[in-house]
């Protein structure tokens, strides 16, 4: 196994191991999740420019493989997720309470890691996508971790109805990529046949959907602030260095096939600068220290996809410098929070200040992580939104004076961020200085910030490093302070003055604020929408489910009669064939139906039982005939047992009555049931040779060969179709589980009490020096 498989791998393992011993281990449990990382901490040593390949075999006659390609991008990008994770699962021991269940948190968590390793890694599209879909589905399970909240109950299940739609997109997108490139792999796909094919635009305008949604580009940016609901941890390894950057990681990736074409960047730039201007915007008027940080995460995530849209180098290397810087201090940021959360029972910025004094150390590292998140000097933020502002410049003065707007509005909430540390100190109880779990990883992340700044020929190496392996192509430009005087510069000045206005000015700001608030917004907009869905389903379900069992019937035989016309319509040799039924299988047939038509006439239950398992009876001899001993004998086993279970419960059953029809209504279900029967019939016949050759000989021909069986039916459901049969244990597998579920519950219509976010993240025993 090589080292990208096992950064991949191990995640998952490590999750059913703390599942398995975290009810001993306790809180300790996180020192052992962070353990997972180590493989993808370790890919650091191979970010050398050289792009590494490993492959799995998993079913090689199909085509399917485990394939993990590492350039430099992607080597990156896994170390980052692995240095968040390390860093979040050790943040944890501290800040979680002993209250929480550390069996599911922490096994979430790490199967969380392990999807956005293999998303970031993959190479093979399918497993792309699965890989997508997983962080959809984890995140859901994080999100929606303290479940007997109704926000986040609420926060869960919008970010997956929203992630599953880009999923849908991403699905229909890669299909696409694989058919016109000729390879399900991305490394190897024929770019110039996908770019001549007619599937370039609706693949290029689904991806476009697909990571829109996932990094919570407009009108997708809902579900992000409700996602904060998650524990601290989470929501710093979540929207940093992880899930929010997968729609990001797609937009640069994906850029290298699309960006040939104007409409790439005609959709993503704007959309992306809209998306930053937007999201500052409503960061400045919140009043929840996370709420801040998720609008802030919105706006950010606008700019890198702004960056990556640009179709050229200078863009692509301006976004791979803002990531970096992105991921250190929004982790720092989210840690921040979580000690001042933890250490003050409160995160509402009007009843905390002062905090400088009790929290020195954690003002230290909020003021570095926030002046790098405005753009100042020494810090990496400054050096990466001057990249920004150059290649907005490029893109023309209009783009160039959208971008600085962001950034003002980035400059004043990140001073309303730091106000909480100024003035008398104020909050709802003393705090003190947190201990090292809490404040280590936070101030790891905020000097990572500041050395991108004070070492820009680091950040430099590590940029194009990432971007030469990707073949985004050579940057000729260098991270430095000093460019002389451009348009860059001038905007920094600018985004300077506007920001220090809208901080002098901020009671002004927010009233301007208060009256630009339209009455509709994008949450507004999510539940008139889910409502209406709601009210369609419901109104489907009582058209189509709530019919009389007759109605519903009358509409299945009326299904059957035109599956069988098309059966003819696509074989119509199939009617000259039917002169040629053996004459031994005419008695079968005739006792199946005289057993169906003595049920519809009976006037006695007992009666109607003894024919229902005549005509089941009938079917096992109509197997043995065409040689299906076991099939006969699994026959005659499922009709003993029903009518066994008729009989235990005959004294339950229904008296038999007549149904009530009219005689039009009679006709009609005359004629229903006849047309059902010769469509059945007619399907049957088709099918057994002449919509398509018969594959019967090719598994009497192989099954003892290939599968090593002489049995061919068991043959061919252990080996020729597995997938079915693991399918179908795999229903039968979830059903147990929903009816184990259904046993357990309580008393039905009992609602879980509501738990305040204090109660579950109380801070731990702290020992005293």
Same mark, same amino acid.
């Given at each position: ?45 191979? @970010? ?95 999100? !929606? /971790? ?42 190897? #796909? ?6 001549? %094919? ?5 693949? =290029? ?76 915007? /409503? ?40 990531? +970096? ?52 000097? $020494?810090?990496?933020?400054? =050096? ?11 893109? !023309? $003065? ?36 947190? !201990?090292?779990?809490?404040?280590? $990883? ?15 020929? +680091?950040?430099?190496? /590590? ?12 940057? !000729? ?94 074989? $119509? ?27 519809? #006439? ?19 001899? %109509?197997?043995? #005939? ?18 066994? +279970? ?34 059945? @019939?007619?399907?049957?016949?088709? %099918? ?78 702290? %020992?005293?020096?």
């Amino acid at each position: 196994m090589g080292l990208m498989t096992a950064a991949v791998a191990l995640p998952f393992l490590m999750a059913a191991l703390c599942a398995a011993l975290a009810g001993r281990l306790g809180r300790a449990t996180g020192v052992l999740a962070a353990l997972a990382f180590v493989p993808a901490l370790l890919l650091a040593s191979r @970010t050398g420019g050289e792009t590494l390949s490993e492959t799995t075999r998993w079913v090689p006659d199909l085509g399917l493989n485990l394939v993990f390609r590492g350039d430099g991008f992607s080597l990156m990008f896994a170390v980052l997720i692995g240095v968040i994770g390390t860093l979040a699962s050790l943040y944890s021991v501290t800040y979680l309470s002993d209250r929480e269940r550390f069996g599911r948190f922490y096994p979430y968590l790490l199967a969380f890691g392990g999807s956005m390793l293999g998303l970031v890694l993959s190479d093979n599209l399918a497993a792309l996508f699965a890989f997508w879909e997983m962080t959809s589905v984890t995140s859901f399970l994080l999100i !929606g /971790l303290w479940h007997t909240r109704s926000s986040a109950r609420d926060g869960a299940v919008k970010a997956f109805l929203i992630s599953a739609l880009g999923g849908l997109a991403l699905l229909a997108a890669v299909a696409m990529l694989g058919v016109a490139g000729g390879s399900a792999q991305l490394s190897q #796909l024929d770019l110039d046949a996908v770019r001549a %094919s007619p599937l370039f635009v609706p693949a =290029l305008l689904l991806t476009v959907l697909a990571a829109a949604t996932k990094s919570a580009q407009l009108p997708f940016h809902l579900w992000l602030p409700t996602a904060m609901e998650a524990p601290t941890p989470v929501s710093a390894f979540l929207h940093s260095a992880t899930m929010v950057k997968a729609g990001v990681l797609l937009v640069a990736k994906f850029g290298l096939i699309f960006s040939v074409s104007p409409l790439w960047s005609g959709l993503l730039v704007p959309l992306g600068l809209a998306t930053m201007v937007w999201g500052a915007w /409503l960061a400045l008027r919140q009043n929840d220290l996370k709420a801040l940080l998720a609008y802030s995460t919105v706006s950010q995530l606008g700019l890198l996809v702004s960056l990556y849209g640009v179709a050229d180098a200078e863009g692509r290397f301006a976004a791979t410098t803002h990531l +970096l810087n992105h991921a250190a201090f929004k982790a720092a940021l989210f840690f921040v929070v979580g000690i001042i959360d933890h250490e003050t029972g409160t995160r509402d910025v009007r009843r905390l200040s002062g905090l400088r004094r009790a929290l020195p150390v954690t003002f230290v590292v909020a003021a570095l992580a926030a002046l790098s998140m405005a753009g100042l000097p $020494p810090l990496g933020g400054f =050096l990466s939104k001057e990249l920004f502002y150059e290649t907005m410049w490029h893109q !023309g $003065p209009l783009f160039l004076a959208v971008a600085v707007a962001g950034s003002a509005l980035t400059f004043a909430y990140s001073a309303r961020l730091l106000r909480v540390f100024t003035g008398k100190l104020s909050a709802p109880k003393v705090p003190h200085e947190a !201990g090292a779990g809490l404040t280590v $990883p936070a101030a790891l992340l905020a000097g990572a910030a500041l050395l991108m700044g004070l070492w820009p020929a +680091l950040t430099e190496t /590590l940029t194009r490093t990432a971007q030469e392996a990707l073949a985004f192509g050579s940057y !000729g430009g260098h991270i430095r302070w000093w460019h002389g005087v451009t348009p860059a510069l001038l905007g920094t000045l600018v985004t300077w003055a506007l920001g220090a206005a809208l901080v002098w000015r901020a009671p002004a700001a927010q009233r301007l604020q208060e009256r630009l608030t339209p009455r509709w917004n994008a949450n507004l907009s999510y539940v008139l929408i889910l409502t209406l869905l709601n009210t369609l389903a419901s109104r489907v379900t009582a058209r189509t489910q709530g019919l009389a069992l007759p109605d519903q019937l009358r509409l299945s035989l009326g299904a059957s009669a035109l599956i069988g016309g098309y059966a003819v319509w696509q074989a $119509p040799q199939v009617l000259p064939r039917l002169g040629t039924v053996p004459l031994e299988a005419l008695p079968v047939a005739a006792l199946l139906v005289a057993g169906a038509v003595g049920v519809a #006439l009976s006037r006695n239950r007992l009666t109607a039982v003894v024919l229902t398992g005549l005509t089941g009876f009938g079917s096992a001899v %109509s197997f043995l #005939l065409m040689r299906a001993p076991d099939l006969a004998l699994t026959q005659l086993l499922v009709e003993t047992v029903t009518v066994i +279970l008729f009989l235990l419960v005959f004294r339950f059953l229904p008296g038999v009555r007549d149904l009530p029809r009219t005689r039009g209504r009679l006709g009609l279900d005359l004629l229903l049931s006849a047309a059902a029967a010769a469509g059945a @019939t007619l399907l049957v016949m088709a %099918s057994l040779r002449f919509l398509a050759p018969p594959i019967s000989p090719y598994y009497l021909l192989n099954s003892y060969k290939e599968g090593g069986g002489k049995n061919v039916v068991n043959v061919i459901l252990v080996d020729f179709r597995g997938f079915d049969t693991l399918g179908e244990i795999t229903v039968v597998a979830v059903v147990a589980l929903a009816v184990g579920a259904l046993v357990r519950l309580g008393r039905p219509g009992q609602a879980p009490p509501e738990v305040d976010a204090e109660q579950l993240a109380a801070p731990a025993p702290r %020992s005293r020096p």
